[in-house]
């Protein structure tokens, strides 16, 4: 199983991007899937999950602004991130658990600046 993150840019303060995350196998398997991100000079940190059942759960710094969503029929999850911030600027991965295993994908850029 693979995971490719993409969807990442530059964008000013207040802007919007959504980040793309295409699973090569089925969605269905995977238990869990979310978002973690590093910020130059800090550890990676947790932003979104999602569970089998959508149950979602958001990081404080992000909750009402970030969404985590799903399409099972594409085998993609996304991120939409809106009002961003200079401090939500960081290397995004997403990562999924299926049948016990831990799969991450590489890390897409996200930069909030004017």
């Known amino acids: 199983v693979q995971l490719q993150a993409s969807g990442g840019g530059l964008v000013q303060p207040g802007g919007s991007l959504r980040l793309s995350c295409a699973a090569s196998?089925?969605?269905?398997?995977?238990?869990?899937l979310g978002w973690h991100r590093q910020a130059p000079g800090k550890q990676r940190e947790f932003v979104a999950v999602?569970?089998?059942?959508?149950?979602?759960s958001y990081a404080d710094s992000v909750k009402g602004r970030f969404t985590i969503s799903r399409d099972n029929a594409k085998n993609t999850v996304f991120l939409q991130m809106n009002s961003l911030k200079p401090e939500d600027t960081a290397v995004y991965y997403c990562?999924?658990?299926?049948?016990?295993?831990?799969?991450w994908g590489q890390g897409t850029l996200v930069t909030v600046s004017s």
């Open positions: 990562n999924g658990v299926s049948y016990g295993r831990s799969y």
């Open positions: 999602m569970t089998r059942n959508d149950d979602t």
């Open positions: 196998g089925r969605l269905s398997t995977f238990n869990v």
